[in-house]
Antibody, heavy 121, light 111 residues
Framework: EVQLVESGGGLVQPGRSLRLSCAAS????????MHWVRQAPGKGLEWVSG????????GYADSVKGRFTISRDNTKKSLYLQMNSLRAEDTALYYC??????????????WGQGTLVTVSS | QSVLTQPPSVSGAPGQRVTISCTGS?????????VHWYQQLPGTAPKVLIY???NRPSGVPDRFSGSKSGTSASLAITGLQAEDEADYYC???????????FGGGTKLTVL
C-alpha cells in the first residue's frame, strides 16, 4: 500500500524556520516526482512546490519562492520542505503528494494526511 | 485569485446531474496540459477523481466524468447522491509559472 506520512509541523513565531518531512513507503520512491500542497484553514488548495525524481527539476509557487526549499533523499525515501522567514499567511495544513510521473507535470495521487503549520506570535 | 477559475458552489437534488467548470488560459489548459479533478470530503485529504482530462481511477464510479475543450474543462456528476457532498478542485500545469495550479474549489451541496 502506498503511504505518505508528513511530520514536522507545529507552532512557530513569524520570521522563524521549520522543516517538514514526508516519509514514503509502498512504491519505488525514486521513480516519481513529489509535491507539497497546502490548505489554509477554511480555504482551497495551493500548490507550494514540486521536485522531479532526480531533483533535476524543481518548482515553487511565487508566494514561497526565495523562502522555501524543497529537497528529497531517495536513499531514505523522504521528501522535505525547509521553510524560512515564515509569515502568518503560511499557516496551513501541508500535504505531501506523489506525482504520477517522474516530472512535476502530472497529477497527485495519493496524498498524505497533512501536517499543520501555525505561524503566530 | 486562483489561476484556474471554478464556481464557488453548485447544488442539486439527489438523482440530478451537475457540472463544475474550470476555466484556465493559454499558459495552462489552453497550452495542452491535462486537467485533473480531486474530491475532498470534509476533514479528509483530497483524492483524485479524474486524471488526464477524462480518465477515472479504479474505484471511482462512472457517475463522474470529465472533459476538456480549449482553455476550459468540466466535471460532470450524474445521479447525485448524498455522499457526493464535498469540495471539488481542478488542477493543471502552467508553463509561465513553471508549476502546478489549482482552481479555487467548488462546494457541492446535495439538496
Amino acid at each position: 500500500e502506498v503511504q505518505l506520512v508528513e511530520s514536522g509541523g507545529g507552532l512557530v513565531q513569524p520570521g522563524r524556520s521549520l522543516r517538514l518531512s514526508c516519509a514514503a513507503s509502498g512504491f519505488t520512491f525514486d521513480d516519481y516526482a513529489m509535491h507539497w500542497v497546502r490548505q489554509a484553514p477554511g480555504k482551497g488548495l495551493e500548490w507550494v512546490s514540486g521536485i522531479s525524481w532526480n531533483s533535476g527539476s524543481i518548482g515553487y509557487a511565487d508566494s514561497v519562492k526565495g523562502r522555501f526549499t524543497i529537497s528529497r533523499d531517495n536513499t531514505k525515501k523522504s521528501l522535505y520542505l525547509q521553510m524560512n522567514s515564515l509569515r502568518a499567511e503560511d499557516t496551513a495544513l501541508y500535504y505531501c503528494a506523489k506525482d504520477n510521473d517522474y516530472s512535476i507535470r502530472g497529477w497527485f495521487d495519493p496524498w498524505g494526511q497533512g501536517t499543520l503549520v501555525t505561524v503566530s506570535s | 485569485q486562483s489561476v484556474l477559475t471554478q464556481p464557488p458552489s453548485v447544488s442539486g437534488a439527489p438523482g440530478q446531474r451537475v457540472t463544475i467548470s474550470c476555466t484556465g488560459s493559454s499558459s495552462n489548459i489552453g497550452a495542452g496540459y491535462d486537467v485533473h479533478w480531486y474530491q475532498q470530503l470534509p476533514g479528509t485529504a483530497p483524492k483524485v477523481l479524474i486524471y488526464g482530462n477524462s480518465n477515472r481511477p479504479s474505484g471511482v464510479p462512472d457517475r463522474f466524468s470529465g472533459s476538456k475543450s480549449g482553455t476550459s474543462a468540466s466535471l460532470a456528476i450524474t445521479g447525485l447522491q448524498a455522499e457526493d457532498e464535498a469540495d471539488y478542485y481542478c488542477q493543471s500545469y502552467d508553463n509561465s509559472l513553471s508549476g502546478s495550479v489549482f482552481g479555487g474549489g467548488t462546494k457541492l451541496t446535495v439538496l
